[in-house]
């Protein structure tokens, strides 16, 4: 037994074994490669002595850990069948979702925990015993050290009788090839990709708004008594036909009236990409469209301050120039709200001539590199 497997004396004067550590009657199997001679540096991994379990210990083992590795495989299947036949999502059945949460975490458990088992039985019963220091010395490692490395991995390679001992190697192989697939098929519950969703709202040519809260249609005539007014405002829909709150979050707008004189350059820029059109175009009798989504991570941007023509995000404080384009002038946003181009149909009711100039709320990916 060498000195590092003895604890203080007990009672009887006798040295008390440490936990884990092997019998002092367990064999010795002598260290000579890894034992530095006189003088000679230990290198960054040295051994001392080596305690071979017995072999009939080490067979002990190889079954427990294989039996652990086969429970880890069957919770790794159940993990998978649990997946398939009992989706949370199972349509008709609400009692299913709650038992699918329960037998995916009980199954991934089993699976985990029977891996762990089983490695802690192979580590215990099949792997020699024996302590490896490692001094703290300076970078980069010499070649001596990195050679002394590269047998030490070698030597624990061929200690952890993965290549003799086929029936715990069988198993473990078996034990990961469910759970391997459980990232693969967890991913699946990310998807499906937004495609274009993100880009496109429900407004469209020709669509009126109704002010959010009322669903009252909103005329051109409704800005004459109030040259500083702001509506919040949402695109009408079809009778009986309410919008889902991502709709609403959206499509939800700014109308602000902007005296005629106070309009700023950014809006009477040409608009890339358009046909010689500026964003003066797009506004109606001194009425300009906003989504109200603050740029930053979407707050509703709701206060307005007439004197300024500014629009503030209470959140972070982020504050956009209504008579400029809604650029950013203060504030962690750094995109403009989004224009709404809009006009009047017949009947003088506001309504919408396109979608938004670029997608509402938040930046997303396709920002990420501007
Ligand atoms: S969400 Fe508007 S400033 Fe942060």
């Excluded at 050290?145 to 390679?157: C, N, V």
């Excluded at 702001?230 to 609403?248: D, R, V």
């Excluded at 603050?294 to 023509?309: I, K, N, Q």
């Amino acid at each position: 037994m060498t000195e590092n497997n003895t604890n203080d004396n007990n009672e009887a004067g006798e040295p008390e074994r440490v936990v884990g550590t092997p019998k002092a009657d367990e064999p010795v199997v002598s260290d000579a490669t890894a034992a530095p001679e006189a003088g000679e540096h230990a290198g960054p991994y040295a051994a001392s002595e080596t305690h071979a379990r017995p072999e009939e210990t080490q067979r002990r083992g190889e079954k427990i850990a294989s039996v652990w590795f086969v429970l880890a495989f069957l919770g790794g299947l159940g993990f998978l069948v649990s997946y398939f036949l009992f989706p949370p999502d199972a349509i008709g059945a609400p009692q299913i979702a709650q038992y699918s949460n329960m037998l995916l975490g009980g199954s991934l458990t089993l699976s985990m925990f029977g891996i762990g088992a089983g490695m802690t039985a192979w580590a215990r019963q099949v792997m020699p015993h024996y302590e490896v220091h490692s001094p703290y010395d300076e970078l980069p490692s010499s070649e001596k050290e990195k050679g002394s490395f590269s047998d030490f991995f070698m030597r624990g390679a061929d200690e952890s009788g993965f290549t003799k001992r086929p029936l715990m190697r069988r198993t473990l192989i078996l034990a990961m090839v469910p759970l391997g697939l459980a990232p693969i098929v967890l991913l699946r519950d990310t998807g499906p990709l937004p495609g274009g969703q993100l880009k496109h709202t429900t407004w469209e040519p020709g669509r009126r708004m109704v002010v959010e809260g009322t669903d009252r249609a909103i005329r051109a005539e409704d800005f004459e008594n109030d040259p500083n007014a702001m509506i919040s405002a949402l695109p009408a829909t079809e009778h009986g036909h309410h919008l889902s709150l991502n709709e609403q979050a959206k499509t939800v707008i700014l109308l602000i009236k902007i005296p005629e004189g106070d309009w700023q350059e950014r809006m009477k820029e040409e608009v890339e990409g358009t046909d010689g059109a500026t964003r003066l175009n797009w506004t109606h009798n001194g009425i300009v469209a906003y989504s109200k989504i603050c740029t930053h991570v979407g707050c509703p941007a709701a206060l307005y301050e007439s004197t300024t023509h500014r629009i503030l995000c209470p959140c972070h404080q982020s504050t956009f120039d209504a008579a400029n384009a809604a650029e950013v002038v203060f504030g962690p946003a750094h995109r403009a709200l989004p224009q709404l181009p809009i006009s009047v149909d017949d009947e003088g009711y506001l309504i919408a001539t396109g979608d938004f100039t670029a997608p509402p709320g938040p930046t997303f990916w396709d920002y990420a590199k501007d």
